[in-house]
């Protein structure tokens, strides 16, 4: 924020739901709907899933042709910090696909990481595995099978007056979080 020397940064990177008004957050970056009436708030971008691995994982375990497919693949999941479940990564088609989990993460980096290195299949969100595909590192499959995507919201405690810095703050993001590279 380079143009606004006088706001001072203190990033929170947490996968947990925190309390944004008995925590002291003045802005948190969310996905999903915005649940607590107590706070204000702005959409930012939206996001996509992708089912992606290594060029040279699957040249030794072959590209899945259908989502049935992936129940012969070493799967990279995600653990979700509040609930303890594994994300599901396709619609439920009544008959469930037993995913076979090599690890599990509760946050995405270590997934992009272990998919770029040959480990199994990861569904992660675009955003996170661009920079990979665009560079090869990654390569996405079963494109049509995943359909779930998501919303990135930005929320700060509400009142009659905004103070400018948040405003500020919150401007910045909507402008600039999901702004092409």
């Known amino acids: ?10 990033l929170d990177f947490t996968d947990r739901l925190v309390d944004v008004i008995d925590e002291g957050f003045d802005a948190v970056i969310r996905t999903g709907e915005a ?3 107590r706070l204000m708030t702005r959409v930012l971008g939206s ?5 992606v691995g290594a060029p040279a994982y699957f040249a030794a375990h072959g590209i899945p042709e259908s989502p049935g497919d992936l129940a012969g693949h070493r799967c990279l999941r995600q653990r979700f910090p509040t609930t303890g479940r594994l994300e599901d990564w396709l619609p439920d088609p009544g008959d469930p696909i037993e995913l076979r989990t090599a690890a599990t993460s ?3 980096e ?7 290195r040959g480990l199994g299949i990861a569904c992660l969100p675009d955003f996170a595995v661009r920079a990979q595909i665009e560079a090869g590192t990654l390569m996405s499959v079963l494109d049509s ?15 009659r007056q905004l103070a400018p ?8 993001m909507a402008e600039n979080l999901f702004a092409p590279p």
Request: aromatic fraction near 12%; charged fraction near 25%; glycine fraction near 6%.
């Open 106 to 108: 509760n946050t995405i």
């Open 145 to 159: 099978a995943v359909h779930r995507c998501g919303t990135f919201r930005i929320l700060w405690p509400s009142s």
């Open 47 to 51: 996001y996509d899933l992708k089912l």
């Open 1 to 10: 924020m380079g143009g606004w020397p006088e706001i001072e940064l203190d």
């Open 165 to 172: 810095k948040i405003r500020v703050f919150v401007d910045f």
């Open 110 to 116: 270590p997934l992009v990481c272990l998919a770029e």
């Open 35 to 37: 649940r607590d009436s």
